[in-house]
C-alpha cells in the first residue's frame, strides 16, 4: 500500500504528561516523516500527536474515530491516546488529509514456567503461565480449572492417570479480540510395581505377636505422596484393612500385624499392590502355619523307670479350645509310625530307649493345606540303671562227671519293673555257655542267675565269667572250675621182688582227654609222661622210693592246685644165701673146651631180671667176668646160673677160678672156687709086647710135641729101679727091660698145686723071655 501526504500535514507524536498520557509507555511524535511505524503491546498506553491548524479528525483505516473512553483525543493539542492498546487497534491512524501513522500493535505470547514432563508418581507440581508481554487486567485460567491461582496449575500429588493429560492455559481481556491460549500435554514417568514379595513366615505359636512384611519394588520412585501406592491385603481371600506402609523412593514395605496369634489366625496371607493408573497388580501370599500346641510337660519321658510302661502325650488338647486336630502319628527314626493317636505308650521301657527319638507330627484343621505339619521330637531318658555287683560264691574242685551248678546273683541300683531283667551272658574262657544257665528274680532289685553243668568233663574246667547288664554296661565276676579225677593210689606197695615188671596206673581205666599224667622223683625230675608207671626191672634202691604222680587238667585254671598221689615201693629182703661151681675141679685137655658153672642160690625169688645182682669171674686175681655168660635163672626164681665157656684151652687157662656174687647195695659178697687142671695129649701106648731082642724102641711122651720147660716138665722112669730118663725115652730091646714099666711124668707149669700129675705107663716085655 502506498501512502501519500500532505507536505502541509506535520504529524508530530509529543508526550504530554497530561493525567491520561503520562502512564503511556508509547508516545509517538511527528518527526516530519511522511510514515512513522509504531510497535506496542496489548495494554500498554500510546499516543499519537497530530499538529494541525484546525480540529484534529483522527481516522483507523479510514474510519473516524470516535473521541471516547478508549481513543482519547484531545481536542486541545489533538493527540489521539489509546490507553490501553487493544488486539483491534492494529493498523493505519491518519490526523487530517494525508498525515498517516502506522501502529502495528505487538500480540503476548503466552509463556509456560514449570515442570510437566516425566514427572514422578507423588510428587508435587506447580505449572504458571503468564503473557510475555503481560496484559493488563487479563484473566488467566487453566483448562481443566486447577484449585490454585489462575495462572498457575498445581497438580498434587501426581498421579499415573495425569499422563498425557492436557491443560490449556487460557488468557482473556477486554483488550484481545479472542482469548489467548497454549496448551500442555502431562507426561509422568511409567510407573508401576515391579515386585511385591511378602517374606516368609515361620510357624507360630499361640500368643505370638506376628508382623508379617510385604516388600514392593516400582519401576520408578515416586512421593513424596504415596497415595497413588495401593496396597491391599487379604486372609484367605478376604481384604484386611489394617496395614502400615513405610519407605521410599521405589522400595516400600508394608506391614501387617497380628497380635497375639491363635488358631484362627491361620491362613495364606496375600498381599496385593499397584499404582493408581498403572494396569499392573502384583501379589505375594504366604502361608502363616500356627504351630500344634504340643505337650510340654518333659516329666513324662524323662527319667523312666526301666521295666514298665510310660505313656507320654503330644498335644496339649486343653488349649486347642475345640478345634479339631486334622491328623497326628508318633513316628520313630526311621519314619515308620507307630501311632495314630494323640497319646504315645511305651509297654515296656527298656534301656535301648535310651536317647530314642519319637517325633509326633500333627495338623491342625485351621491350618492351610500347604502348612507343613508340625513336628516335634522328643528323646526318650530311662532311669540309668545299672549292675551294681555280681556275686559267685566260690567252687570246691569237682570230679569228673559230677552235677555242677554255678550261681550268679546280681543286684541292681534300682528296681526294675516286670517287663525287664538284667542280661547275662556266661562265658567258659572265651566260648559263650549262657544257654545252659537259668534267670531267677529274687525281688525288683536282685536276680539269681545258675549255670548248670551236667556230668562236668576235664573240657568243661577253667574260668567261668558271668556278666550282667541292664544294657551294654555289663559287669563281671569270675570264677575257677577246677576239675579233678579219682585218685586210687595206695599209699605202699606189697613187698616186690627184686628184679620183677612193676606198673601201676596212677588214673585207673583211661585217661580223659586233656587230662595228662607225670610221674616224678622226689627231686622233682620227671620220671615218666605216662599214667602207668613202669619199672622194668625192681632194684634194691627202689626200697622206700617214693613216686609223685602229678596229674594236670589241661583246662584247668592257672588258680586251681595240682592234683597228685604219692606212693612208696616196698621191696622183698633179698639176700645170696650161696654161691657153688660145678665141677668143683677139672682135668682139661688142651684146646678142649670147658664150661665152669656158677649157681646162686638167693633167700627168696627174683626176677625176670637179674641185672642188680653183681657176679664175677677170676682166675686167680684176674677179673674174667667179660667171659662170662649172662646171669640167668635157673628154673626156680631163688637160682641163677652164669657159665664160663673156655674154648680151647691153653696152658694160661689152668689154675683156680673163683665165682662171687653180690646184690647192689649189700657188701656182703658170697663166692666159691673151682680148679681148672689142663692136660696135654701123650702117647697112648700102655703095653708094648714082643720086643726083639736088639731092637730100638722110641717112645715120645707128648708125641712130638715140643713144649717149653716153662709150660710142661717131661721126664721118665721106671717102676721097679726108678731109673730117670729124659723125653723122648729111648730103649734099646735087651733082656733087662723085660716086663720093665716105664712111667712119663708130666707137670703143667701153669696147673694148680692141687692138680695131679699127668703119668702115662708103658710096660714092655722082650719076645722069647719068660717072664719074671
Known amino acids: 500500500m502506498e501512502y501519500c501526504f500532505s507536505p502541509l500535514l506535520i504529524l508530530l507524536i509529543i508526550v504530554i504528561l497530561s493525567n491520561c498520557e503520562a502512564t503511556c509507555n508509547q508516545i509517538v511524535p511527528s518527526n516530519g516523516n511522511p510514515s512513522i511505524e509504531t510497535r506496542v503491546s496489548i495494554g500498554e498506553c500510546v499516543a499519537f500527536q497530530c499538529t494541525l491548524n484546525h480540529t484534529a479528525q483522527w481516522k483507523l483505516n479510514g474510519a473516524d474515530i470516535s473521541n471516547d473512553a478508549h481513543y482519547n483525543i484531545n481536542t486541545t493539542s489533538g493527540t489521539l491516546t489509546i490507553q490501553e492498546v487493544r488486539s483491534n487497534d492494529t493498523g493505519s491512524y491518519t490526523c487530517g488529509s494525508g498525515s498517516i501513522s502506522l501502529l502495528i500493535v505487538k500480540i503476548p505470547v503466552i509463556i509456560v514456567t514449570g515442570q510437566y514432563t516425566n514427572l514422578t508418581v507423588g510428587s508435587s507440581v506447580g505449572i504458571k503461565c503468564t503473557t510475555m508481554p503481560s496484559i493488563p487486567n ?122 497375639l496369634v491363635s488358631l484362627t489366625d491361620a491362613g495364606v496371607y496375600t498381599c496385593n499392590a499397584s499404582i493408581n493408573g498403572s494396569d499392573t497388580i502384583l501379589s505375594d501370599s504366604k502361608l502363616l502355619c500356627i504351630e500344634v500346641p504340643f505337650n510340654q510337660d518333659n516329666d513324662s519321658f524323662k527319667d523312666l523307670p526301666l521295666g514298665y510302661n510310660a505313656t507320654i502325650e503330644c498335644v496339649n488338647l486343653s488349649s486347642l479350645n475345640g478345634i479339631a486336630i486334622k491328623s497326628i502319628n508318633w513316628t520313630d527314626l526311621d519314619g515308620s509310625i507307630i501311632s495314630n493317636n494323640n497319646t504315645l505308650i511305651l509297654p515296656n521301657v527298656v534301656p535301648s530307649l535310651n536317647n530314642t527319638q519319637y517325633t509326633c507330627t500333627a495338623e491342625m484343621d485351621t491350618n492351610p493345606v500347604t502348612c507343613l505339619p508340625d513336628s516335634r521330637t522328643i528323646t526318650i531318658n530311662t532311669k540309668k540303671t545299672y549292675v551294681t555287683s555280681n556275686i559267685i560264691p566260690v567252687q570246691l574242685p569237682l570230679l569228673i562227671n559230677s552235677l555242677l551248678f554255678i550261681e550268679c546273683f546280681i543286684i541292681l541300683n534300682a528296681p526294675v519293673g516286670p517287663g525287664i531283667q538284667p542280661n547275662v551272658t556266661w562265658y567258659h574262657d572265651i566260648t559263650d555257655v549262657t544257654h545252659n544257665s537259668s534267670l531267677t528274680r529274687n525281688n525288683d532289685s ?168 653183681s657176679h664175677y669171674w677170676y682166675q686167680y686175681r684176674t677179673d674174667i667176668s667179660n667171659r662170662s655168660t649172662q646171669l640167668m635163672i635157673n628154673g626156680d626164681t631163688k637160682s641163677l646160673v652164669t657159665t664160663l665157656n673156655i674154648t680151647s684151652v691153653q696152658f694160661s687157662d689152668a689154675g683156680v677160678y673163683q665165682c662171687r656174687a653180690s646184690i647192689d647195695g649189700n657188701d656182703t659178697v658170697i663166692s666159691n672156687t673151682t680148679y681148672v687142671c689142663v692136660e696135654v695129649p701123650v702117647i697112648n701106648i700102655s703095653f708094648d709086647a714082643d ?82
Not at 625230675?525 to 634194691?540: A, E, F, K, Q, V
Not at 722112669?717 to 712111667?743: C, E, G, K, M, W
Open 691 to 772: 720086643l726083639r731082642l736088639g731092637d730100638v724102641r722110641e717112645y715120645d711122651c707128648t708125641l712130638g710135641h715140643n713144649y717149653r720147660q716153662s709150660e710142661v716138665v717131661v721126664a721118665w722112669h721106671d717102676y721097679t729101679s726108678n731109673r730117670a730118663f729124659i723125653n723122648p725115652l729111648i730103649l734099646t730091646v735087651d733082656q733087662s727091660i723085660n716086663n720093665t714099666v716105664y712111667i712119663c711124668t708130666l707137670l703143667i707149669i701153669q696147673n694148680p698145686i692141687n692138680c695131679p700129675f699127668q703119668q702115662v705107663n708103658v710096660s714092655v716085655t722082650v719076645k722069647g723071655i719068660a717072664s719074671k
Open 138 to 259: 487479563s484473566v488467566i485460567q487453566w483448562d481443566p480449572p486447577s484449585s490454585s491461582d489462575n495462572n498457575e496449575l498445581i497438580i498434587n500429588p501426581v498421579m499415573l492417570s495425569h499422563n498425557n493429560n492436557t491443560f490449556t492455559c487460557v488468557v482473556s481481556s477486554d483488550l484481545v479480540s479472542m482469548s489467548l491460549t497454549e496448551s500442555i500435554t502431562i507426561s509422568v514417568l511409567d510407573t508401576s510395581v515391579s515386585s511385591v514379595t511378602v517374606q516368609s513366615l515361620s510357624s507360630y505359636v499361640i500368643g505370638d505377636n506376628v508382623s508379617i512384611v510385604c516388600t514392593i519394588s516400582l519401576t520408578n520412585a515416586i512421593g513424596p505422596d504415596v497415595s497413588s501406592l495401593v496396597v491391599n491385603w487379604f486372609k484367605n481371600n478376604e481384604m484386611i484393612t489394617d496395614n502400615i506402609i513405610n519407605g521410599s523412593s521405589s522400595t516400600f514395605n508394608s506391614i501387617l500385624t497380628l497380635k
Open 446 to 613: 536282685v536276680f539269681t542267675s545258675i549255670l548248670t553243668i551236667n556230668s562236668i568233663q576235664v573240657s568243661d574246667a577253667g574260668v567261668y565269667h558271668c556278666s550282667a547288664g541292664i544294657d551294654s554296661n555289663v559287669t563281671t565276676n569270675n570264677i575257677n572250675v577246677c576239675v579233678t579225677v579219682n585218685e586210687t593210689l595206695p599209699s605202699v606197695t606189697e613187698e616186690l621182688s627184686l628184679g620183677q615188671y612193676y606198673s601201676i596206673d596212677c588214673i585207673t581205666g583211661p585217661v580223659p582227654t586233656g587230662v595228662s599224667v607225670s610221674w616224678l622223683l622226689t627231686n622233682g625230675s620227671i620220671y615218666s609222661d605216662n599214667n602207668t608207671l613202669m619199672i622194668p626191672s625192681i632194684l634194691p634202691s627202689h626200697n622206700n622210693t617214693q613216686y609223685n604222680c602229678r596229674i594236670m587238667i589241661k583246662n584247668n585254671p592257672s588258680g586251681c592246685s595240682i592234683q597228685s598221689q604219692v606212693i612208696t615201693l616196698r621191696v622183698k629182703t633179698t639176700y645170696v644165701n650161696l654161691v657153688t661151681i660145678t665141677p668143683s675141679s677139672i682135668l682139661s685137655f688142651i684146646n678142649s673146651t670147658v664150661v665152669l658153672t656158677c649157681t646162686i642160690s638167693l633167700n627168696t625169688g627174683i626176677g625176670p631180671d637179674t641185672s642188680f645182682i
